[in-house]
């Protein structure tokens, strides 16, 4: 088991998408959404863009991954804002859509796939502080971290699980979408 940590300086709705009942990831982060196995784990931290540095957005166990096509195609995600990518006759098309573009389409569709989440923490415009002794966790600038021990990740998700409850706590940080809005990779 592997986790994934990455700063976000945009929290939408959007990347991540954690509505009805599932959180997905199927924009930005495309050498995470690329590499990560089910099972491992993904978190997105504030910024000072955002919530604050230091706070945890949301954290989601990958129990699901499949590529655009059968994302798309999947009735579970059909009215989902991030299902955005189709192919037709063999060419991919982007949906249109208020937070990504067509200049998007190549860096998305390098992830690809969509990693998807039936058990997963979203905290949004109420995020959580990440106590002092996980910080090592917070990915700090561009790209994201995975090198963490087994006993960090470990404890890390003991904490979290003790602590709350999975699901969506509250809305995004900003409803309003921004110009660019996957930020770092």
């Not at 540095?53 to 590529?67: G, Q, S």
């Not at 059909?78 to 990504?100: A, L, M, S, T, V």
């Not at 087994?150 to 890390?156: G, K, P, Y």
């Amino acid at each position: 088991m592997k986790l994934y940590s990455y700063v976000m300086i945009s929290d939408t709705g959007f990347a991540p998408n954690p509505n009805d009942d599932f959180c997905t990831l199927a924009c930005c982060k495309p050498k995470i959404r690329r590499v990560a196995s089910i099972g491992d784990w993904v978190i997105g931290t504030g910024s000072k863009s955002t919530v604050g540095n230091n706070k945890l957005i949301y954290a989601m166990k990958i129990t699901e991954k499949m590529d655009f096509d059968s994302y798309y195609n999947d009735i579970r995600f059909k009215n989902r804002i991030d299902n955005i990518y189709f192919k037709n006759k063999g060419e991919w098309f982007q949906k249109p859509n208020q937070y990504h573009h067509e200049q998007d389409i190549d860096h998305d569709l390098s992830g690809e796939y969509v990693l998807i989440s039936d058990y997963f923490y979203y905290f949004g415009e109420k995020a959580i502080e990440i106590p002092e002794r996980f910080k090592e966790v917070i990915k700090i600038g561009p790209g994201h971290k995975s090198n963490f021990s087994e006993d960090l990740i470990t404890d890390f998700l003991v904490w979290l699980k003790e602590k709350y409850n999975p699901g969506k706590m509250s809305n995004p940080y900003e409803l309003e979408v921004k110009s660019k809005i996957c930020g770092f990779e």
